[in-house]
């Protein structure tokens, strides 16, 4: 048996702290949809791993990732999203970086001793791309691409079409949970029976779940191939994948559509979830909007859950569960995924803090 993490790991700011420093400023994180900077002198700007950033698409085709930061005074550079000239200019003082991150600009500097432009150029966060996805990483010795290679393959060979798809529907919102707790809670089924109403008649008996490095996949088996070894040769139709840390990657309707939950830690108990469907069309028909408006019902049953258990993590009369583990016959039931999860954040800050 199993037991689940310290309840303090869902609710000390020192924890948050370790997490924010050890796992999300070294991970491969998603920062928008590659279709969002296709365009020269286009960007993004967003916070990803406890930084805002601006993913900007240079004159010259390349991508790049900045930290949304002036290097004069610390004024925010850029706002939302749009399409660039030539410079990224200061709303301050005007201090103007050229695509490249370069300081091209400084008002009035040219008297001042000992000023030497080259020293301010903009910080630049690592990038990478994977399925279509434009990744960031905030630590400049990450290898590139170091970790997702696996799950690019996976998600391309479900959905080759993914680099080519475009955004149709955004959801975003703050959740009073760890981060933690909204990841675990994905990462079983065994609550589906009675906190998903809107599921209907859902049927456990061939639901699988399999886990890979630092990724997972869930779904439906389709008759007869339940007897198969369990993995993602065997296994059809299975329909939705976390990635480690904070990513849910997963159908929507058919090959045609998907999914993605990005989860930023603001706090112990905060959690920024930004929902985005794509599609290859760039439509959203009748259809889909039906099953994407069942999906926000269900993850609104999932935010209900997760906000009581970090209201239960406080109390005293919580001593610490046990996680309910099953052979991969009940997979459905079984909560190995979370065990997956938690050994993965134990061997990520647990020999810091003594677990
Ligand atoms: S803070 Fe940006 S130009 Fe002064
Ligand atoms: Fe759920």
Redesign the pocket.
């Known amino acids: 048996m199993h037991r689940p993490l310290p309840r303090s790991w869902y609710t000390d700011p020192a924890v948050f702290e370790d997490e924010m420093a050890r796992l999300f400023a070294k991970t491969w994180l998603p920062a928008c949809h590659g279709s969002e900077v296709a365009a020269p002198g286009s960007y993004v700007t967003t916070r990803v791993g406890g930084e805002e950033i601006a993913v900007v698409r240079g004159r010259d085709g390349i991508l790049r990732a900045f930290n949304n930061v ?6 925010r ?1 850029l706002d939302g999203a749009g399409t660039l000239k030539a410079t990224i200019t ?6 103007a970086y050229g695509l490249d991150g370069t300081l091209r600009q ?1 008002p009035h500097s040219d008297g001042v001793a000992g000023f030497d432009k080259d020293a301010f150029g903009l910080c630049t966060v690592q990038v990478g791309e994977m399925a279509g996805f434009v990744m960031i990483n905030h630590d400049p010795d990450a290898r590139p691409h170091d970790g997702f290679a696996g799950l690019e393959r996976l998600l391309l060979a479900d959905f080759p079409d993914l680099p080519a798809m475009r955004p149709v529907r955004r959801r975003e919102a703050v959740l009073h949970a760890n981060w933690k707790l909204i990841i675990e809670n994905y990462l079983e089924c065994y609550h589906c029976d009675t906190a998903h109403p809107s599921f209907g008649n859902f049927d456990m008996t061939t639901w699988k779940h399999i886990v890979g490095q630092g990724w997972s996949r869930q779904g439906r088996v389709p008759a007869g191939s339940e007897d198969g070894r369990i993995d993602h040769d065997t296994i059809e139709g299975l329909s939705a994948w976390w990635q480690w840390p904070g990513v849910f990657w997963a159908r929507a309707l058919g090959p045609d559509s998907f999914v993605a939950a990005f989860h930023e830690p603001l706090a112990a108990d905060r959690t920024r979830q930004l929902r985005v469907v794509y599609t290859a069309s760039g439509e959203e028909n009748a259809e889909l909007r039906a099953f994407n408006d069942l999906f926000d019902t269900v993850f609104a049953e999932d935010t209900s859950v997760v906000e009581s258990v970090q209201r239960g993590l406080t109390s005293r009369g919580y001593r610490g569960g046990a996680l309910v583990e099953q052979p991969e016959a009940r997979a459905g039931w079984s909560e190995h995924g979370v065990h997956h999860f938690q050994d993965l954040i134990r061997g990520t800050i647990g020999t810091h803090r003594g677990a």
């Open positions: 002036c290097r004069h005074r610390a004024h550079l200061c709303p301050y003082h005007a201090w400084a």
